[in-house]
């Protein structure tokens, strides 16, 4: 059976490669273009990528795209000019709808690909790129300025102009240029901010895929600045502990009533650099105290209470390592304490996280086990260093007694010698 069906798969893709092959050699519009393409400069011809393109590997052609007619040899006119529903190089204000014909039909694409969505277009027209487009803004992005033309390929192959680590440089393109942008008086600073920010180092220098490119936060194909209540969200969808916690603080709500942009208010949002304790230390930083001025109590006390309560059990925990160590470079036996020391160290991190219920009294139930921890730690480090005490101290009597059991032995080896 298992062979049988290995032979009928082996079958089918013999009889589809011929097809295809043999369609490739009967389609006037390939055979024609290519003896074209000679004459072009490298970047403008159209061969060079097309037969990896997705839409051929899918089996489709020129014509799927253009309309003309494939079969009518070398004659041109019978193959394009004269063809009703041919059409030629699109206009950008008619892309849109010209990959829609097909990406927005879910009967169509769902012979191809049963969960491949169908909502491009119709988002696309609700993104800022496409009302500009509407009104004839021709500095905008469409379909082929995020895709490519002759050469597009599936979103997750390393390739395409969107596989994630891409995404930033295809906006950029547009979004960092002065002339494209001038009209619309928005900055070109996103790309450079957001390379040297947390996620633009995780994505580029680290390779973690899952920090955020450019659309996890704005959207594939609905690019909007994100308002200001959706802002908390998609930070959520990867920062879901410290947004929970911030959903039920007051502050929110007195954020939302301010018409302040939550996350963002404190973090920015392009330039999102990582947080140290010392956001917290008024002086020193001015997270807080770039909206609060110095003299507003209710602020600059809640800051100071979670500073310290954060940094005592920084202190505690340093205090912890220490004693541990002490006690490992006398030779003891401490492997159990380590893993105190690690819960310490998780429960460091949560209260960190914890800050964002901007609840003291929260804060400090969090921290309580993170102090629990250190402490046993540093109990066990104390007791291994007072046993050492005690071995140190019975080996002291027990060289003095071996001395003195040698002198002895001595002494009396000396006397059986004389006699
Ligand atoms: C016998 C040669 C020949 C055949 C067959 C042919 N073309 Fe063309 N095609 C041309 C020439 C010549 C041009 C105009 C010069 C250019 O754009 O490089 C052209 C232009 C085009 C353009 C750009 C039109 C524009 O408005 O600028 C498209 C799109 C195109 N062809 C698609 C097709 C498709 C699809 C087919 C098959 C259905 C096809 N061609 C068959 C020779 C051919
Ligand atoms: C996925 C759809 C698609 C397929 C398949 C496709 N094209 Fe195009 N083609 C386009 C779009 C969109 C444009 C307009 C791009 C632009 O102006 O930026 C275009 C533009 C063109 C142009 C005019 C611009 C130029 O580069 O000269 C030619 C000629 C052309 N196509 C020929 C072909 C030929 C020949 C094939 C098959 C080998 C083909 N196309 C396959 C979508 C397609
Ligand atoms: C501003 C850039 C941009 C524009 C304009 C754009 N796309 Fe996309 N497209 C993307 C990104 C980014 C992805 C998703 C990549 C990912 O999920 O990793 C994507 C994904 C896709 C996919 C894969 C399925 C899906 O929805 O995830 C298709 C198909 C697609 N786009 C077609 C289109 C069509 C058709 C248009 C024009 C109506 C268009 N795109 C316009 C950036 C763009
Ligand atoms: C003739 C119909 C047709 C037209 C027109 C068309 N496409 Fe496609 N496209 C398809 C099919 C079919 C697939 C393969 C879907 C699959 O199996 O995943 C595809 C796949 C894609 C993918 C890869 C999606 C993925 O899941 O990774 C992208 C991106 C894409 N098309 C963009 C475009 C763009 C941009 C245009 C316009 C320039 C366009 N398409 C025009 C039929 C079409
Ligand atoms: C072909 C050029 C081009 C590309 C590529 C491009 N954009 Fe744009 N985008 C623009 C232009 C131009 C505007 C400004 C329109 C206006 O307001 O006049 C814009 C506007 C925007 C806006 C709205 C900003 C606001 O506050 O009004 C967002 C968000 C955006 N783009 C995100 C993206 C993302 C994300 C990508 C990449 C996936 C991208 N763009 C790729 C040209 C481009
Ligand atoms: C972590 C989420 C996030 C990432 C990643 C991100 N943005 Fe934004 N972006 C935002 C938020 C939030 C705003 C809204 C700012 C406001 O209105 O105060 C914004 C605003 C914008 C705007 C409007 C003008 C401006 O600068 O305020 C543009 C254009 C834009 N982003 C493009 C990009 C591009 C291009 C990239 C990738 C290089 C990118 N963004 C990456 C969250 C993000
Ligand atoms: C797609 C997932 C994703 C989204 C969306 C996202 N982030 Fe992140 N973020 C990450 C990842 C992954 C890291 C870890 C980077 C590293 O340290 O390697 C990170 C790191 C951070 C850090 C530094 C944390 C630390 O301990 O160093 C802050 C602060 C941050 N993000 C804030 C935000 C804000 C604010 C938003 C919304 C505007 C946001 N993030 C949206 C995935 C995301
Ligand atoms: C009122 C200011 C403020 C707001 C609003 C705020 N944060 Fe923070 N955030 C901080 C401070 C201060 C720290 C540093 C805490 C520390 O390291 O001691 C921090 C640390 C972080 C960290 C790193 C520590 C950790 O939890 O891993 C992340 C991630 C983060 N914030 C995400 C967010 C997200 C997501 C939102 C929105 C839901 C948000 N923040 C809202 C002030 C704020
Ligand atoms: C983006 C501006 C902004 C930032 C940053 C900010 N706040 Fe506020 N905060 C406000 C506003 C506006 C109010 C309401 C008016 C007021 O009391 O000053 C407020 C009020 C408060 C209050 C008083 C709440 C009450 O019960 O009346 C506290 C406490 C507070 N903030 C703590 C902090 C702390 C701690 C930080 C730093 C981690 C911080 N805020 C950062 C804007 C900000």
Redesign the pocket.
Do not use: M
């Given at each position: 059976m298992k062979h049988l069906i290995q032979l009928l798969f082996f079958i089918c893709l013999s009889v589809s490669w011929v097809i295809t092959a043999s369609s490739d050699d009967s389609d006037g519009c390939i055979a024609c273009h290519q003896i074209i393409d000679e004459d072009r400069d490298d970047d403008e011809k159209i061969m060079t990528h097309i037969m990896e393109d997705v839409h051929f590997q899918k089996g489709l052609s020129c014509s799927d795209c253009h309309g003309g007619n494939p079969n009518a040899g070398d004659d041109e006119d019978e193959a394009m000019w004269d063809v009703d529903d041919f059409v030629g190089a699109v206009d950008k204000k008619d892309?849109?709808r010209f990959?829609?014909k097909c990406?927005?039909d879910p009967e169509y694409m769902r012979q191809y690909s049963a969960h491949?969505?169908t909502?491009?277009?119709s988002q696309?027209w609700t993104?800022h790129?496409g009302q500009k487009l509407t009104e004839n803004d021709e500095h905008v992005?469409?379909?082929t300025?995020?895709?490519g033309v002759h050469g597009i390929y599936?979103?997750?192959d390393p390739r395409?102009l969107?596989?994630?680590m891409n995404?930033p440089t295809?906006?950029k393109r547009c979004h960092s240029d002065k002339d494209i942008m001038a009209n619309s008086g928005l900055p070109t600073d996103q790309f450079d901010k957001y390379k040297s920010s947390v996620h633009g180092t995780a994505l580029f220098d680290k390779k973690d895929i899952g920090a955020p490119?450019c659309?996890d936060c704005h959207g594939?194909?609905g690019?909007m600045p994100p308002t200001i209540l959706s802002i908390s969200d998609i930070c959520g969808t990867c920062h879901a502990n410290n947004a929970e916690l911030f959903k039920g603080s007051h502050l929110r709500e007195i954020f939302i009533k301010e018409n302040i942009k939550l996350c963002e208010g404190c973090h920015n949002h392009h330039d999102i650099l990582k947080p140290t304790d010392e956001a917290l230390n008024w002086s020193e930083n001015e997270t807080c105290s770039h909206c609060h001025s110095d003299g507003q109590d209710k602020a600059n006390r809640l800051a100071g209470t979670l500073f310290n309560i954060i940094d005592s059990l920084n202190n505690k925990i340093e205090e912890a390592i220490e004693t541990v160590d002490l006690a490992e470079n006398k030779g003891m036996e401490v492997s159990e304490l380590f893993f105190s020391l690690e819960d310490a160290h998780k429960n460091l991190i949560q209260t960190r996280t914890s800050i964002h219920s901007f609840n003291e009294e929260f804060v400090r139930k969090t921290s309580e086990d993170g102090y629990k921890a250190a402490d046993a730690a540093i109990i066990g480090a104390e007791q291994a260093l007072t046993e050492f005490g005690f071995r140190k101290k019975g080996l002291i009597v027990f060289s003095l007694i071996l001395t003195f059991f040698v002198i002895v032995l001595y002494l009396k080896l000396k006397s059986m010698e004389n006699k």
């Open positions: 892309q849109p990959c829609g990406h927005s491949i969505k909502d491009q277009e696309y993104s790129h992005a469409v379909c300025d995020c895709h599936p979103i997750k395409s969107v596989y994630h995404v295809t906006c490119a659309n594939n194909h690019a």
